[in-house]
């Protein structure tokens, strides 16, 4: 069946890196452009990053720009996030997600991985 | 960037009860909204999208509704199961953006 499964997760000290995976799987992952949000402890929802079908275009937060990387592997029908310089405020449950409409996005989340906690402390 | 403004920020309702949860963009973003249901401990699900399409596998008791700066997600009869966490999210433009939330609580 359509799934996304994230990996990569766990404690970090300030300042540190962390690399997210997502594998994808029961769809034609090259065919969409896929996504990554993240949700504090308790807290709502915040897109972090975008990534077009061929990586080619590439959207950040402005909380994120500079610090974290998207890219992704067709070929392994894998999404990830370069996390660089991570801070306190970083900590959150990160979660990929495709983008509905495939070849033509629209723009809504239509499936979600189980996510995958970051904790950045000392 | 544009803000998503949702109310209420909680509500209490009795399985068969109607809700209306709303959501108010800070500029005009057509029909460009999705909303999606959290369960806690859960990855959220998309209910609609493109304001007013229900997503497949939706049960029809859910709908949306709006166009321009005002949005709207009705639940027509409250099941169970449908007390949870809603957000509604603008897709116009970058950087996407969530309201805060909504929980449905049981009264």
């Known amino acids: 069946q359509v799934q996304l499964v994230e990996s990569g997760g766990g404690l970090v000290k300030p300042g540190g890196s962390l690399r997210l995976s997502c594998a994808a799987s029961?769809?034609?992952?090259?065919?969409?452009?896929m996504t990554w949000i993240r949700q504090a402890p308790g807290k709502g929802l915040e897109w972090v990053s975008y990534i077009s079908r061929d990586g080619s275009t590439i959207y950040y937060a402005d909380s994120v720009r500079g610090r974290f990387t998207i890219s992704r592997d067709n070929a392994e029908t894998s999404l990830y996030l370069q996390m660089n310089s991570l801070r306190a405020e970083d900590t959150a449950v990160y979660y990929c997600a495709r983008v509905l409409g495939g070849t033509t996005p629209n723009g809504a989340f239509d499936i979600w991985g189980q996510g995958t906690m970051v904790t950045v402390s000392a | 960037d544009i803000q998503m403004t949702q109310s209420p920020s909680s509500v209490s309702a009795s399985v068969g009860d109607r809700v209306t949860i709303t959501c108010r963009a800070s500029?005009?973003?057509?029909?460009?909204v999705a909303w999606y249901q959290q369960r806690p401990g859960k990855a959220p699900k998309l209910l609609m999208y493109s304001a007013s399409r229900l997503q497949s596998g939706v049960p029809s008791r859910f709908s949306g509704s709006g166009s321009g700066t005002d949005f709207s997600l009705t639940i027509s009869s409250l099941q169970p199961e449908d007390f949870a966490t809603y957000y509604c999210?603008?897709?116009?433009?970058?950087?996407?953006?969530f309201g805060q939330g909504t929980k449905l609580e049981i009264k």
């Open positions: 500029q005009a973003i057509s029909y460009w």
């Open positions: 029961g769809f034609t992952f090259s065919d969409y452009y």
């Open positions: 999210q603008q897709v116009n433009s970058f950087p996407y953006t």
